[in-house]
């Protein structure tokens, strides 16, 4: 049995559910702010000075700061997936999961979120990531597990891992995975 609070220290969670629970009227200040309590929104909390100055860091390293006091049902889901990422920080843990992190982002924000992403695995938080699409899959992500009818079928580095046969066995199509710059793609299907 595991304790959320103590869990809190060691991973940071960021889904699309999450993004739902969170399009309320609540500014993205208070949505990092939150984080601390593990609850959506603030209500009877005692917000502390220590919680607001780390708030502004976080603001200021996603460089979402300018944003703080947009409500999010005003917030693109760009915007909305930097503050949710911001509040799974405030505790800093050494893992950040993202779950399908880059759905219903359009170029601007799917840019934005890789160099947000990188950013964060540069500082030493850990990445880890579950998605369908090859191209969320940052440079500085070494190691890839790929799942197939719930169970693990391949482990390894992801240059072992990401070819044309396992890919392609994965998902039932013939593709073309390409590597450039540390970034895959999977093309042909």
């Known amino acids: 049995m595991w304790d959320v609070f103590d869990l809190r220290s060691l991973l940071g969670i960021v ?47 996603l460089e979402i700061d300018h944003l703080r006091d947009r409500p999010m049902t005003a917030m693109s889901s760009g915007e909305g997936r930097r503050f949710l990422i911001g509040r799974a920080l405030v505790h800093d843990p050494k893992e950040l999961i993202l779950d399908e992190p880059t759905n219903s982002l359009d170029l601007h924000a799917l840019h934005t979120f890789r160099t947000m ?33 719930g169970a693990f079928c391949n482990d390894g580095p992801k240059e072992k891992i990401l070819t044309d046969k396992n890919i392609g066995g994965l998902f039932d199509v013939p593709v073309h995975v390409k590597e450039e710059d540390g970034w895959y793609y999977a093309t042909g299907y």
């Open 15 to 61: 889904s699309n559910d999450l993004q739902y629970t969170f399009t309320r009227d609540l500014s993205g200040e208070e949505v990092i702010l939150s984080g601390f309590f593990s609850s959506v929104g603030l209500f009877n909390q005692e917000v502390t000075g220590g919680m607001v100055r780390k708030a502004d860091q976080i603001l200021k390293f």
């Open 117 to 149: 992403i990188r950013k964060i695995a540069r500082s030493g938080t850990g990445i880890i990531m579950v998605t369908h699409n090859l191209h969320d899959i940052i440079p500085e992500i070494s190691r890839v597990i790929l799942m197939k009818n």
